[in-house]
């Protein structure tokens, strides 16, 4: 927008914007404009300074600002209920960008960015966001104060003196009045000597926006040193919660209440009815409800202890309680709340996090095979028919129980019932190599039949050894698996000789056998992977070394192909150096659509408003709302943990963190870049 002319005469009718550098002659009355385009413009305009120095314009002017501000405010809300908003970055590039723009600059100063870093300390005071320490991308932390203008998109780093904060990060920092009041943090070990353990803080300062001055204080009694824990400001005071503590050289987790007067700058903790409280934990986000209430959400209390619960505070009593409340739609909650920033939208309470899982109804599950009906089942279905039941393979006998064949080892089947079922399987195969199998029932058949004639074999072997006590009748396995797929005839069984009614561990080791053949067979299976070679086994050779190699008809193809991509990749380059030197630009082709994007942030909105005011009747509880293309939104940043949310005026600021997966290398992947949360631009 131009240069705006405040004119702070309310009665003047003639307010005019214009440009003279760019068009002297030209002068655009403002006023003979509707309020609503007034309003359009005024989106375009940051929602900061710029803002401010329109409502001193004129009384109207200044009902149009205040208007759209609570608008803007407004849309908001129903853009998180309604998860209609969009990511706009602010990184390095668009800050180079704005100071190519910035004619105040000297020429060849560069303008200052900030370093990336996770686990900072962020605050918004007016117009500006100042950023405090944080851990950097190699295992070191910082203790600078950065702020960045809201107004003008820029970074500076203030020149303070006094006495400064140790390095640290993982504090908490709240505003308060024109001052800054940080407290706590962790810093990491040195690395000499090795095997150090982090070190915490119990430092307090205050920064004096004003006199741009660190001032340290202390009082006893304070709280021990503590990290992650966090803290608002009610009023005068400032509530602090939680946190990660070291006691008695023990690493624990807490959950005590401190309270600081921030006008007195003194320490004391205040007492309680009950005993019930949350449990310990650290990283878990805590918002102001009002003077007399703040709302605590999420947590984590160590190793496989993430909580998603949420406890009410309240202090209008002398003596405080804790009171715990229900959690309504889960599954559309956030679930890593305690390296995830959130931060309060009025009536909303919104988290920035991973997306959530795809469900299962959306995953390719993994196909099995589903035998086909075929053979006399076909026959009969023609003739419109029931196919006969199959006969029993278990009949009663008189003065004998019957048995239901049980696969486990150890479970032995009487003598007639193991006769009588192989009798019943040869019966098959033979009717059905009689007539037209289909493919698959000829398949199974087959199968059956080999199968059978080694456990026939395998019988004979064990009874033959048994009765001779000797191993010179064993006969190597014959058949192969690709006589799976012939023709009946030439994969029927020879007729089985009689064999002895086995013993009890001879029929066990049968069904191990039995067992160990049909899990082998898997050359003709190609959802199994391969394991033996089944055309010869020797007993004597390892398994390992039984493996086929490569079929020389499949060697052939494989250079077939080789040879035919050389032949087509020559004539690529063929007919490229014989085009003319001047070819005219073809059409890019519009990009496919793109899957949605899993590893970025989601957003998690979840309604607050019924936390103080039971109009309904109902329990006070929190209700997450339930997200549209889960939680993803157009322009989402990728996925980061330790990062920082602000609520700014009608958007959130999103800043830094850090690449999960980079925490363990060397060098972390840290972010120094800004996203900010909108809602679309209406257009009239």
Same mark, same amino acid.
């Given at each position: 927008?131009?240069?705006?002319?405040?004119?702070?005469?309310?009665?003047?009718?003639?307010?005019?914007?214009?440009?003279?550098?760019?068009?002297?002659?030209?002068?655009?009355?403002?006023?003979?404009?509707? $309020?609503?385009?007034?309003?359009? !413009?005024?989106?375009?305009?940051?929602?900061?300074?710029?803002?401010?120095?329109?409502?001193?314009?004129?009384?109207?002017?200044?009902?149009?600002?205040?208007?759209?501000?609570?608008?803007?405010?407004?849309?908001?809300?129903?853009?998180?209920?309604?998860?209609?908003?969009?990511? %706009?970055?602010?990184?390095?590039?668009?800050?180079?960008?704005?100071?190519?723009? !910035?004619?105040?600059?000297?020429?060849?100063?560069?303008?200052? #960015?900030?370093?990336?870093?996770?686990?900072?300390?962020?605050?918004?005071?007016?117009?500006?966001?100042?950023?405090?320490?944080?851990?950097?991308?190699?295992?070191?932390?910082?203790?600078?104060?950065?702020?960045?203008?809201?107004?003008?998109?820029?970074?500076?780093?203030?020149?303070?003196?006094?006495?400064?904060?140790?390095?640290?990060?993982?504090?908490?920092?709240?505003? +308060?009045? @024109?001052?800054?009041?940080?407290?706590?943090?962790?810093? &990491?070990?040195?690395?000499?000597?090795?095997?150090?353990? +982090?070190?915490?803080?119990?430092?307090?300062? =205050? &920064?004096?926006?004003?006199?741009?001055?660190?001032?340290?204080?202390?009082?006893?009694?304070?709280?021990?040193?503590?990290?992650?824990?966090?803290?608002? /400001?009610?009023?005068?005071?400032?509530?602090?919660?939680?946190?990660?503590?070291?006691?008695?050289? /023990?690493?624990?987790?807490?959950?005590?209440?401190? /309270?600081?007067?921030?006008?007195?700058?003194?320490?004391?903790?205040?007492?309680?009815?009950?005993?019930?409280?949350?449990?310990?934990?650290?990283?878990?986000?805590?918002?102001?409800?009002?003077?007399?209430?703040?709302?605590?959400?999420?947590?984590?209390?160590?190793?496989?202890?993430? &909580?998603?619960?949420?406890?009410?505070?309240?202090?209008?009593?002398?003596?405080?309680? +804790?009171?715990?409340?229900?959690?309504?739609?889960?599954?559309?909650?956030?679930?890593?709340?305690?390296?995830?920033?959130?931060?309060?939208?009025?009536?909303?309470?919104? /988290?920035?996090?991973?997306?959530?899982? #795809?469900?299962?109804?959306?995953?390719?599950?993994?196909?099995?095979?589903?035998?086909?009906?075929?053979?006399?089942?076909?026959?009969?279905?023609?003739?419109?028919?029931?196919?006969?039941?199959?006969?029993?393979?278990?009949?009663?006998?008189?003065?004998?129980?019957?048995?239901?064949?049980?696969?486990?080892?150890?479970?032995?089947?009487?003598?007639?019932?193991?006769?009588?079922?192989?009798?019943?399987?040869?019966?098959?195969?033979?009717?059905?190599?009689?007539?037209?199998?289909?493919?698959?029932?000829?398949?199974?058949?087959?199968?059956?039949? !080999?199968?059978?004639?080694?456990?026939?074999?395998?019988?004979?072997?064990?009874?033959?050894?048994?009765?001779?006590?000797?191993?010179?009748? =064993?006969?190597?396995?014959?058949?192969?698996?690709? $006589?799976?797929?012939?023709?009946?005839?030439?994969?029927?069984?020879?007729?089985?000789?009689?064999?002895?009614?086995?013993?009890?561990? $001879?029929?066990?080791?049968?069904?191990?056998?039995?067992?160990?053949?049909?899990?082998?067979?898997?050359?003709?299976?190609?959802?199994?992977?391969?394991?033996?070679?089944?055309? &010869? %086994?020797?007993?004597?050779?390892?398994?390992?070394?039984?493996?086929?190699?490569?079929?020389?008809?499949?060697?052939?193809?494989?250079?077939?192909? #080789?040879?035919?991509?050389?032949?087509?990749?020559?004539?690529?380059?063929?007919?490229?150096?014989?085009?003319?030197?001047?070819?005219?630009?073809?059409?890019?082709?519009?990009?496919?659509?793109?899957?949605?994007?899993?590893?970025?942030?989601?957003?998690?909105?979840? @309604? #607050?408003?019924?936390?103080?005011?039971?109009?309904?009747?109902?329990?006070?509880?929190?209700? +997450?709302?339930? =997200?549209?293309?889960?939680?993803?939104?157009?322009?989402?940043?990728?996925?980061?943990?330790?990062?920082?949310?602000?609520?700014?005026?009608?958007?959130?600021?999103?800043?830094?963190?850090?690449?999960?997966?980079?925490?363990?290398? !060397?060098?972390?992947?840290?972010?120094?870049?800004?996203?900010?949360?909108?809602?679309?631009?209406?257009?009239?």
């Amino acid at each position: 927008m131009a240069t705006c002319n405040r004119n702070l005469n309310e009665n003047s009718p003639n307010t005019t914007v214009c440009s003279p550098s760019k068009c002297p002659s030209t002068t655009i009355n403002l006023n003979v404009l509707p $309020d609503e385009i007034l309003e359009f !413009i005024f989106t375009f305009l940051p929602p900061y300074g710029d803002l401010e120095h329109c409502s001193l314009v004129c009384k109207r002017w200044q009902s149009i600002v205040k208007n759209f501000v609570r608008r803007s405010q407004l849309n908001l809300e129903k853009g998180l209920a309604d998860f209609r908003l969009r990511w %706009e970055v602010f990184s390095q590039q668009t800050a180079a960008a704005v100071e190519a723009n !910035i004619p105040s600059l000297p020429t060849g100063m560069p303008m200052p #960015i900030i370093a990336g870093r996770f686990a900072h300390s962020t605050v918004r005071h007016g117009n500006s966001m100042f950023v405090f320490g944080g851990g950097s991308s190699s295992d070191t932390t910082f203790n600078d104060l950065w702020r960045f203008d809201l107004t003008h998109m820029r970074w500076s780093r203030p020149l303070a003196t006094g006495t400064y904060p140790s390095p640290k990060g993982s504090a908490s920092m709240v505003a +308060w009045r @024109d001052k800054l009041v940080l407290f706590g943090g962790w810093r &990491y070990p040195s690395l000499h000597p090795p095997y150090q353990p +982090w070190c915490l803080f119990d430092e307090l300062h =205050y &920064y004096d926006l004003a006199k741009d001055r660190w001032l340290a204080r202390s009082s006893m009694p304070c709280p021990p040193p503590m990290a992650g824990h966090s803290a608002t /400001v009610h009023a005068n005071r400032m509530i602090v919660f939680g946190g990660y503590q070291i006691k008695d050289d /023990v690493n624990v987790n807490s959950n005590d209440t401190w /309270v600081l007067d921030l006008e007195e700058q003194r320490w004391w903790q205040p007492l309680f009815v009950g005993n019930t409280r949350p449990a310990p934990r650290y990283g878990q986000i805590q918002v102001e409800l009002d003077k007399h209430h703040l709302l605590v959400v999420g947590g984590c209390g160590g190793a496989n202890r993430v &909580y998603t619960d949420a406890w009410l505070l309240d202090m209008t009593r002398d003596a405080w309680s +804790w009171k715990q409340l229900s959690v309504r739609n889960k599954n559309f909650g956030a679930v890593h709340m305690w390296c995830n920033p959130g931060c309060r939208v009025n009536n909303y309470l919104v /988290v920035v996090g991973p997306s959530p899982k #795809i469900p299962l109804d959306f995953q390719i599950m993994k196909q099995s095979r589903v035998p086909v009906v075929g053979g006399s089942a076909l026959r009969f279905a023609g003739l419109g028919q029931a196919p006969p039941p199959p006969p029993p393979l278990y009949q009663q006998q008189p003065g004998h129980r019957v048995q239901v064949p049980d696969r486990r080892p150890g479970v032995v089947l009487p003598e007639q019932q193991l006769q009588r079922q192989h009798q019943q399987r040869a019966n098959n195969v033979r009717l059905g190599g009689a007539a037209a199998l289909a493919p698959q029932d000829q398949y199974l058949a087959n199968r059956r039949a !080999i199968l059978n004639q080694h456990m026939q074999q395998a019988q004979q072997f064990m009874h033959n050894n048994n009765v001779n006590n000797n191993n010179n009748n =064993y006969q190597p396995r014959s058949g192969r698996l690709s $006589d799976l797929h012939a023709p009946p005839g030439a994969a029927a069984p020879a007729a089985a000789p009689s064999v002895p009614a086995p013993l009890d561990g $001879d029929a066990d080791a049968a069904q191990r056998l039995q067992r160990n053949l049909a899990l082998r067979c898997r050359d003709n299976e190609p959802l199994l992977p391969k394991r033996f070679d089944e055309h &010869y %086994e020797d007993p004597f050779r390892m398994a390992a070394f039984n493996v086929p190699g490569r079929s020389r008809s499949a060697s052939r193809d494989h250079s077939e192909r #080789i040879r035919r991509m050389e032949e087509k990749m020559n004539a690529i380059r063929n007919s490229r150096r014989s085009a003319p030197a001047h070819v005219e630009p073809q059409a890019l082709r519009a990009p496919s659509p793109k899957r949605l994007r899993c590893n970025v942030q989601s957003l998690f909105v979840c @309604d #607050i408003s019924s936390l103080l005011q039971n109009d309904n009747g109902c329990e006070p509880g929190l209700d +997450w709302v339930e =997200y549209k293309n889960f939680g993803v939104l157009n322009g989402a940043p990728d996925r980061l943990i330790l990062s920082s949310l602000i609520a700014g005026n009608g958007e959130l600021i999103l800043f830094g963190g850090v690449h999960k997966e980079t925490l363990t290398d !060397i060098t972390h992947h840290v972010s120094n870049s800004i996203h900010f949360l909108s809602v679309p631009r209406d257009i009239i």
